[in-house]
């Protein structure tokens, strides 16, 4: 089998779990090849969860879930260094973050100096303890879950922070069709029990490797540098799309083209995923020139329609 039929057989394995989100899951999957990180925000109930704990089973991989909290410290999700007696050695014991998926369970919830400690694992694939360095993975992906920040016992994640997801997916309410089909049938308690893994660790490796070979055109990246440059010069923006988000949007367009079994990137690659890849990236002014709060991502996707696609 091979690797485009093997994310084929993936694919439609979790959205036997996760009902009537096809997009939500084709743009996990698209982290997972780009070798990113995925910020599911949304409201509780929606299927955040059933999502991640989906992908973990169906990848032969190993799966950590945190449930960060407000009283939880950074060396409880990296690991300490413990004293043995007969040694007379520290050694270092591996927290839950050493695996191949990692379910961050709401990640608002916990403080930032816990946030924070995810930086360095997230953005370079190794944890640092006392002055030894330890590698994650491969493959090493976060998917973090996050209750939207009006919530009681929220905190806002702070920019850096953000910057290091690669995609932001929300996921929405279903159609009453799909929330009938989930009434009746509870696929997150039957279909998910009985799922089997469809990819290997060593799979899933090889699948992200072809996406360093796919082939992006000079107009597909003149394309990328103008949305970036629409962001930074726009008069409703504080913050526009860094260098950073550049890369994530081009790197998740080619993991996209892996997914779709080409080998180079069309204009829909990049439109598809550039609310995802660069909305959370922004910063936007408390009221814009006609006085109105505003939206970062309805800006940015204002600013989107306003740049011709190549063809």
Known sequence: M???E???????TVESVLLGKPEVVRQVLVALLARGHVLLEDLPGVGKTVL????AR???????RIQLTPDLLPSDILGVSVYDSQTGRFHFKRGPLFANVIL?????RTTPRTQSALLEAMNEAQVTADGQTHPLGPPF?????QNPAEFEGTYFLPENQLDRFMLRVRIGYPSAEVERRILRTQPSRTRLEELEPVMSGEEAIACQQLVDAVEVDDAIMDYILAIAEATRSSGDLTVGL???GSLALLQAAR???VLAGRNYVVPDDVKGLAVAACAHRLETKAFLHDGSGGDAEEIFRQILETIPAPR
């Open 242 to 244: 860094s260098p950073r």
């Open 104 to 108: 961050a369970d709401e990640i608002n």
């Open 141 to 145: 992906m976060v998917l973090a879950t």
């Open 6 to 12: 093997k994310l084929s057989e993936l694919r439609s």
């Open 255 to 257: 993991a996209s083209a």
């Open 58 to 64: 169906s990848l032969d991989c190993e799966f950590s």
């Open 52 to 55: 991640t704990r989906a992908l």
């Open 2 to 4: 091979t690797e485009v």
